[in-house]
């Protein structure tokens, strides 16, 4: 068995540990299948918002009309805009590798591992263990057993990414986030989209007002099936066919191209982590205290496969205070609030703290502004665009923020520093901002508060 002091599963938020480790002398392993920088960088948040760029300039010229400018001749070239991405996301990872490669003190295998042991692993035909272990092994796209699905050629969202050929007609099951974000993405190039969405609402884990607003702009946009599950699929030549069902209501839904986006599963099961001692939960997501240390011994894990928080920059904050409660004393407990999100799509969605539906009412108050109303607001002709705060009532602390509009991924940090210097609701009030400035709609949502 080959020993090391270190053993870092998962080359995205991992490489921050790998970092920290080899920079103090320690000897790394680094285990990973595939191309360096994880999920994020190869298949995931940076891919997909470079494309959606591209999506968002189409729609920019698409609505130029209504600002005065008449656009004409515009056409889109997919493979040059899929090729743009790959390229770039390609050179960064292996401009990864090649720095990983150089450092003596870092191991890389490249193949898939699996537990066999505690702190050790099988990574083809090497066993390898070391004193320290960090799991950071991301998840998978969850397949549901719809008839018909596996052997029918849908594609995930990693496959969606390095498309070479556009759909003229795409469906998409599924109605969160990556459905979403995906579904402007070819929508906006003029693809005809259809959702499937099993529930009454598109991205259901948002504050309601925000995924009503939503859910209202993409079923003008698209034809979106709410309540609808898929029962079974069938290809027939290029042609897939959904089968789906609302209650004694069903339909056949016809596209070139099926997309799957229900959900993501975690790689624990792949892992073996049981063998290792590592306890999951019943979704499969690696267990963890407070210090991010799992049930075994000297072995931490964190990112999506941890389950706490599944995006990129909680994996970066969970990765320090990993690298720190390993090798340093006194622990720190993960100190995750506020963590804010964001949605790709137009309008744009970002959020921080509470939803509406989850607290209790009376005890709060509601302060809601409009872009519209604003004089950058008329500017960009966004009438769709809100803010919407909630506040404690005793204490007028910030409880949480919700924003759909132009730039909301950029406004909810505002909010954020706000929340994270003790939340009072008046150190948004009593600021000064910029007129017309956009972020003049977030000070006039936090006056606007009523109880």
Excluded at 126 to 143: E, P, Q, W, Y
Excluded at 307 to 313: A, E, I, N, P, T
Excluded at 351 to 377: F, H, N, P, R, S
Excluded at 423 to 447: C, F, K, M, Y
Aim: glycine share 10%.
């Amino acid at each position: 068995m080959e020993k090391f002091d270190v053993l870092v599963v998962g080359a995205g938020s991992g490489l921050n540990i790998v970092d920290y480790a080899a920079s103090r002398g320690l000897k790394v392993a680094l285990v990973e299948k595939g191309p360096m920088g994880g999920t994020c960088l190869n298949r995931g948040c940076i891919p997909s918002k470079i494309l959606i760029h591209s999506a968002d300039v189409a729609e920019t010229i698409h609505n130029a009309p209504n600002f005065g400018i008449r656009a004409k001749g515009m056409s889109v070239d997919f493979k040059s805009i899929v090729s743009r991405v790959s390229r770039i996301v390609d050179a960064d990872a292996r401009e990864i590798e090649e720095g990983i490669r150089e450092d003596k003190n870092i191991t890389l295998f490249k193949k898939e591992g699996r537990f066999v042991g505690k702190r050790t692993m099988k990574v083809g035909s090497h066993v390898i263990g070391a004193d320290k272990v960090f799991i950071m092994a991301g998840t998978r796209s969850l397949v549901p057993p719809i008839e018909g699905l596996n052997g029918s050629g849908f594609i995930a969202s990693r496959q969606a990414l390095r498309l070479k050929k556009q759909p003229k007609v795409l469906t998409i099951i599924g109605g969160g986030y990556i459905a979403a974000e995906l579904a402007h993405f070819f929508g906006s190039l003029g693809t005809k989209i259809n959702i499937l969405q099993r529930g009454p609402l598109l991205i259901p884990r948002e504050d309601k007002d925000v995924a009503e607003a939503f859910t209202e702009v993409f079923s003008r946009k698209y034809r979106v099936y709410l309540g609808y599950s898929a029962d079974k699929v069938q290809k027939k030549g290029r042609q897939f066919l959904v089968t789906a069902s609302h209650g004694k209501l069903k339909k056949t839904i016809k596209s070139d191209q099926l997309l799957l986006a229900v959900g993501r599963i975690p790689n624990s099961d792949i892992l073996d982590v049981g063998r290792a001692g590592i306890k999951v939960d019943d979704r499969g997501y690696i267990e963890t205290d407070d210090y991010l240390e799992t049930s075994a011994k000297n072995v931490w894990a964190g990112g999506d496969i941890a389950g706490k928080w599944l995006f990129k920059h909680s994996a970066n904050l969970e990765a320090q205070y990993m690298a720190h409660n390993a090798f340093n004393e006194p622990k720190m407990k993960v100190d995750y609030e506020p963590m804010p999100h964001a949605i790709f799509t137009s309008p744009q969605i970002a959020g921080v703290g509470a939803v509406e539906q989850d607290l209790k009412k009376g005890a709060y108050g509601v302060g809601k502004y409009k872009y519209i109303d604003t004089g950058m607001g008329t500017a960009m002709q966004d009438r769709i665009g809100f803010v919407k705060f909630l506040v404690e009532r005793k204490t007028r602390r910030i409880l949480g923020c919700h924003i759909i509009g132009t730039d909301a991924s950029t406004l909810i940090h505002e909010v954020v520093v706000a929340m994270k210097a003790g939340s009072d609701i008046r150190l948004i009030t009593g600021s000064v901002h910029v007129h017309p400035a956009l972020s003049e709609v977030v000070q006039r949502a936090a006056n606007n508060v009523k109880f």
